[in-house]
């Protein structure tokens, strides 16, 4: 048996969602703009929230967000082709942290992306100073394109492109 069950969040798991990205070590992580609202999150059809037990214990430990950036309508990318997706990921339970479930969190949200909704493009936005993070995508194979500010935040975009793509 796998070590972590992935379940669709629903609006039962808004006040878990709430508690989980407010941790101390993954809220200042999570950038000022655009704050997670959750009961809004959970239904949104362009995007999917994942919570990740721990299948021994059912204990939450983290959660990854799959979601459509060309169809996100606030705009939050920009202008970015229909077959963009991006992705969000914290791991809430520090003492869970570099076992490698973060890696089986992201490999789940990349197979979502690219086997199920035919993703050409997966985007990332870590804030800059996230050294961390960043190394966590560059292992995963995602490539830095470069700075970028939303809102108040400074970023660093890291992408990577699917088995097929052949698009930008
Ligand atoms: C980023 C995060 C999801 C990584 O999850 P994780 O389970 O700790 O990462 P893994 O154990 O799968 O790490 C895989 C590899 O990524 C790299 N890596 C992961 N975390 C790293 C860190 N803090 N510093 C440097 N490299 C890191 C390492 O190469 C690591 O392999 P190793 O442990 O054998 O050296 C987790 O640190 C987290 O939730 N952080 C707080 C919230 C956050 O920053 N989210 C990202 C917002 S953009």
């Known amino acids: 048996m ?11 798991d808004v006040m878990l969602l709430d508690v989980m990205s407010n941790a ?13 609202d959750w009961p809004r999150e959970v239904e949104a059809s362009w995007q999917e929230v994942w919570i990740i037990d721990l299948s021994a214990t059912s204990k939450p430990i983290g959660v990854v ?17 229909p077959g963009t997706y991006a ?14 479930y973060g890696t089986v969190m992201m490999k ?10 035919n993703a050409h493009t997966i985007l990332i936005d870590p804030l800059a100073k996230n050294e961390g993070a ?8 995602f490539e830095v394109i470069g700075a970028r500010t939303f809102g108040a935040d400074e970023c660093i975009v890291l992408r990577l492109r699917g088995p097929d793509s052949g698009r930008d």
């Open 134 to 141: 960043i190394a966590f995508y560059q292992h995963l194979g």
């Open 24 to 36: 101390p070590h993954v809220f200042p992580s999570l950038g000022t703009d655009q704050p997670w």
């Open 108 to 117: 789940h949200a990349i197979d979502r992306c690219f086997h199920v909704h």
């Open 87 to 100: 992705i969000d990921i914290w791991i809430s339970d520090a003492s869970q942290l570099r076992k490698g």
């Open 65 to 81: 967000v799959v979601l459509d950036a060309a169809a996100d309508p606030s705009g939050y990318w920009g202008e970015v082709s």
């Open 2 to 12: 796998s070590e972590l069950t992935f379940r669709r969040a629903s609006t039962d």
